[in-house]
């Protein structure tokens, strides 16, 4: 599921890097390469497991942001009758990596790709993720070929998968789909694309589930100091992820009919939680009616708008109770008693990014051997079980690393601001000590700590405040009633 994006723009770039470089530092990550694990790399980048089956006849393409080379997933789309078919190509990373072996061992300490403001800390090492298991264009490489049936109205009729040699054509960006979608320059398959992409929307509506379209935020310079832009998502990007998304429950569906699998679920968020947003709204200027439900609002919004982008990043919140649920029923461990993930409505899995996500390629494992008719390998049966609390640590990570990237581009975008008044609403008071809290500016939009001295915060209602602290060494923001 989608985190909040940030990219800087800094005008000392010198310094924003600095301060980038010494937050990974003081969170341990690892970000060099033993000599051991670079030797394994290009071992197998010489050798990769090859299928018999050959896929190369396939008009593959990948879809990503400009520049990307770890490139997980490619895709073609056809028409069979009246229905589809969409074929999902996703990089074999166990054709690459030996289970126990040195890559393995290192990827289970690093469990996920982190993604900084700067940079990004890789799961596994470049020769293998940017090049010889990444799905570049005109390369032969290994894959795991899922091919997807759908009738009419882009309801799944099949889903099968194998492992299969695989060539994309082509590496597309989502600003030339949209470009040549909205300019009826677009092929048959990105015109597919399109309406695959709607029939997808639109059953994920009926169910009740919603996708947040996370727009990127960017501080750039301004005056000597920063602001906060925000680049919307195009709609070609959220026919990719429905692509994605339709893979994901597939998948989900396979492992459950078969008693065995690894899931990402998400239980529903509390009342207090959207009550929270709320408060947010209306800090925002996020017009929520009392009648309109949290999906319908969230597709009433427009992410080119700041404020509704800024609302959209907070709505992130609402995904923080997502986890993994690993199950063997053979093994005695049932499936969870509600395997849906609360956002989509619906079972779902991660299996589409194993270059960049640990707990992807055990999924994907799983479903080879469902569909094969197979055993789960051995590997997999036995590692399955301690997956959930060894990605639960690699999410904590992430978040960790996504709070303190946040706070750190706030502390510099309020630097030099101290004593200035800004308007703002209270969105949290603490029950302990109502005079403290956390507020959110109405411009930027920042969220941060309040204390006051003698008056009560009042919940949920706008106030002045006055900025005491704006500190990226310690990337700390305070503010106090004004």
């Not at 990307?68 to 074999?92: E, F, K, N």
């Not at 029950?431 to 969220?447: D, F, H, M, N, Y």
């Amino acid at each position: 599921m989608p985190r909040p994006q940030l990219t800087v723009r800094a005008a000392d770039s010198a310094r924003i890097n600095t301060e980038l470089a010494e937050l990974r530092a003081g969170l341990h990550l690892p970000t060099d390469w033993s000599a051991e694990v670079l030797a394994e790399a290009e071992r197998a980048a010489a050798l990769p497991r090859l299928p018999e089956f050959d896929a190369t006849d396939l008009d593959l393409f990948t879809l990503d942001p400009p520049g990307s080379r770890d490139l997980d997933q490619a895709m073609r789309l056809a028409r069979r009758g009246s229905g589809y078919r969409v074929h999902y190509a996703i990089a074999d990373v166990a054709a690459f990596v030996c289970p126990g072996g040195a890559i393995d061992t290192e990827a289970h300490r690093r469990i996920q790709t982190l993604y900084f403001p700067d940079l990004r800390v890789p799961l596994h090492p470049l020769r293998l993720s940017e090049g010889a298991a990444s799905l570049l264009p005109g390369e032969l490489r290994p894959a795991l070929l899922w091919q997807l049936d759908l009738d009419s109205d882009g309801a799944v009729l099949l889903a099968d998968v194998r492992r299969a040699r695989v060539r994309s054509r082509r590496r597309l960006d989502y600003e030339t789909v949209q470009r040549e979608l909205d300019t009826g320059t677009a092929d048959e398959q990105l015109r597919l694309l399109a309406e695959i992409g709607r029939l997808r929307e639109a059953r994920e509506e009926a169910r009740g589930g919603v996708s947040l379209p996370i727009p990127e935020q960017q501080a750039v310079p301004v005056d000597g100091g920063y602001r906060i832009d925000y680049r919307a998502p195009r709609p070609a990007d959220g026919w990719n992820a429905q692509i994605s998304l339709l893979t994901g429950m597939a998948a989900a569906d396979l492992m459950l009919d078969a008693g065995v699998g690894l899931l990402r679920t998400l239980p529903g968020a509390p009342e207090s939680a959207y009550a929270r947003l709320r408060r947010i709204a209306r800090a925002l200027n996020v017009k929520w009616p009392v009648d309109t439900g949290y999906p319908e609002l969230i597709r009433s919004l427009d992410p080119r708008r700041a404020n509704d982008a800024a609302f959209l990043n907070e709505c992130t919140g609402l995904l923080r109770g997502a986890g993994y649920h690993a199950f063997d029923t053979a093994r005695g461990v049932p499936p969870p008693a509600d395997p849906a993930h609360a956002a989509l409505a619906a079972p779902y899995a991660h299996c589409t990014a194993p270059l960049r996500r640990l707990a992807d390629r055990y999924a994907l494992e799983v479903c080879l051997a469902i569909a094969g008719g197979a055993d789960v390998p051995g590997w997999v049966q036995e590692a399955l079980p301690g997956v959930p609390a060894l990605m639960e640590s690699g999410d904590q990570r992430a978040r960790e690393v996504e709070r303190t990237c946040v706070d750190l581009i706030e502390a510099e975008l309020l630097r030099g601001r101290e004593g200035e008044d800004f308007d703002a609403v209270v969105i949290e008071v603490d029950e302990r000590k109502p005079v403290s809290g956390t507020v959110q500016l109405c411009e930027p939009a920042v969220i941060a700590r309040c204390d006051g001295t003698s008056r009560q915060l009042p919940l949920g209602e706008r106030i002045r405040v006055r900025l005491t602290k704006a500190d990226p060494a310690t990337r700390m923001v305070r503010f106090a009633p004004a």
